[in-house]
């Protein structure tokens, strides 16, 4: 198994771009989580789906980020404009629905706005 | 909503025990995980607790008081490569949803 795969691992943008995150869950995992880390407010969780919908995207911070998952093995977080207190890493973690140890990550996108 | 406080720096000496604690105030609560994080990586699972009491997996070990909204993690003979950041997380009960704390960075010096 491949595990979470997230790409690209590094995105370097200038403000005001448009930002697209992409994310391959681990197949057969029912739930999809993005995540936003940084030091000052650590691991802040941004919206989940299940089974490919949107259940609570309450943590997304403003309209500019919007997310996708238009099947059960992709999903993409976009950011239209970037700003830069956009600059953090994004996390991608997926789990069954089933069992509490399926919360598996991704390797994260540093995103950088400048 | 959910409040979950661990301290957010511990330093420690190779071969040692350390304790790492966490406090949480939740709505609904349907478990505690605890992550490690080493730079630049990404959290990996480190164990997980829905009831009360002690869970044992090699050099780590797990504690949890639901009452006193409780929990610590126990990492025993500490080497150099446990130096990292451990996330204290709880899942919420009716969302499934895992919050976390903001961790605590510990360093382990020889």
């Known amino acids: 198994d491949a595990g979470v795969i997230q790409s690209p691992r590094h995105e370097v943008t200038e403000m005001g771009q448009e930002v697209t995150l992409r994310c391959k869950p681990i197949?057969?995992?029912?739930?999809l989580f993005w995540y936003r880390q940084t030091m000052m407010r650590g691991l802040e969780l941004l919206i989940y789906?299940?089974?490919?919908?949107?259940?609570?995207d309450s943590g997304m911070p403003e309209d500019r980020f919007s997310a996708k998952m238009p099947n059960a093995s992709f999903s993409t977080l976009k950011i239209q404009p970037s700003e830069p207190r956009d600059s953090a890493v994004y996390f991608c973690?997926?789990?069954?629905?089933?069992?509490?140890?399926?919360?598996?990550f991704g390797s994260g996108t540093r995103l950088t706005v400048v | 909503g959910q409040n979950i406080d661990q301290p957010t720096e511990m330093t420690a000496t190779e071969g040692a025990i350390v304790q790492i604690n966490c406090t949480y105030q939740?709505?609904?609560?349907?478990?505690l995980f605890w992550y490690q994080q080493h730079a630049g990586e990404a959290p990996t699972f480190l164990s997980y607790n829905v009831l009360d009491g002690l869970e044992e997996k090699g050099r780590f070990s797990s504690f949890l008081s639901r009452s006193k909204g409780y929990s610590y993690l126990l990492l025993k003979e500490l080497q150099m490569k446990d130096s990292a950041s451990y996330l204290c997380a709880v899942r919420d009960w009716d969302t499934d949803k895992l919050i976390f704390g903001t961790g605590t960075r510990l360093q382990v010096f020889p």
């Open positions: 789906f299940n089974n490919n919908v949107p259940i609570d």
């Open positions: 973690a997926s789990k069954q629905a089933s069992g509490p140890y399926g919360y598996t």
């Open positions: 197949s057969g995992h029912d739930y």
């Open positions: 939740t709505s609904g609560f349907n478990g």
